[in-house]
């Protein structure tokens, strides 16, 4: 949703057509797909933590960030029917709404990326420096680290709160009626101050992009190089798991960020363009920011379909559900693989704690 400041906004002529024949088609295509993949990592995770507190077992903090991780992006995937709505007809839906809805976007969006790079940090603790026999890990750890980035990113999206206005936009022209108009919700600075401009994309750079890959990054490559002496299958799947999770964020973020910065970096005379320019950016900036707000609905096939008890347990619950007959083949997509001893100085316990989340293994 693009931001704009008093006074500045740039011609429209077609980038409005692109957007509400395009806009509505994703933003419904995501928030089917998050509801579905998030409400089936919520359900599982409640099942296998119901089994492990019968079976006096603790629940992980992986678990608890991914528990989260599924909420922050459920609530994300709810905000986007409204704006789907907005660029199919127009922002019906008052101030109020506009105000929180675009906040819930903002909060939601900076917490599930942070609670990307608490998953991979948690990981880094348990796996590179073993510390359950150490400072110990548990639930109260990940409840703290959960609630402050709660706060900080409830503090982050206090700029929606303030900003947020529905203001009326020109869509185009027509021959019969001249200027056509729409009421859009987006956030509106009062004035033109250098402050703005480029202090608000450079938080959400750093903090929204950068430091969590920087995480991410050093915690993935410090945990890969703990594996060496896993055996190669091992290994391979361990590697494909991080590529997987670093690449999917990069192509997801990387691009809306880009854009974001060179917008910002015209808007403070840095760089210069034309008005062609001027349209590419806008274009990029849309279609890169439905990628990104796609991630909401990729983190449920990273961080749970992938592991095997994962997938067990859905296949539990499916049966549970609608019985043998209505999942004959799950047993084939769960599979009946014992697993092997590592061998090596990898030891069981760290094979133990390789486990990207215990709800995964």
Known sequence: ??????????????IMDFTR?????????VFVLALVGNVLV????????????GGGCSFSLTDTFLL??????????FMLPLFAFQWAYQWMFGTAVCKISGALISLNRYSGILFLACISFDRYLAIVHAVSNGWKRNT???????????????????????????????????????????WVCQTVFPHSTVQWKAGLPLVNLVLGFGLPL??????????FRSLCNASRRQKRKSLRLIISLV???????????????VESLEKLGVISGGCQFGRTVD????????????????????????????RKELAKMCKGLLGQRFCPGMEGWVGQRKTRRPTGSFSSAESENTSYFSVMV
């Open 214 to 223: 920087l995480v991410m990054l050093y915690c993935y490559i410090r945990i």
């Open 247 to 261: 690449s999917v964020f990069m192509v997801c973020w990387a691009p809306y960020n880009t854009f974001n910065l």
């Open 283 to 310: 274009i990029g900036i849309l279609v890169s920011e439905s990628l990104g707000l796609s991630h909401c609905a990729l983190n449920p096939l990273l961080y749970g379909f992938v592991g095997v008890k994962f």
């Open 42 to 53: 919520l359900c599982v995770v409640r099942r296998y933590r119901i089994a492990q507190r």
């Open 68 to 77: 989260h991780l599924a909420i922050s992006d459920l609530l994300l995937a």
């Open 1 to 14: 949703i693009r931001t704009q400041v008093q006074g500045e906004q740039r011609t429209l002529d077609g």
């Open 140 to 182: 109260c750890h990940a409840q703290i680290a959960c609630a402050l980035i709660w706060t900080v990113c409830l503090g982050l999206s206090g700029v929606d709160i303030t900003f947020r206005q529905v203001v009326e936009v020109n869509v185009g022209r027509s021959r019969d009626s001249g200027d056509q108009k729409m």
């Open 21 to 29: 024949s395009y806009s509505p088609v994703v933003y419904s295509l």
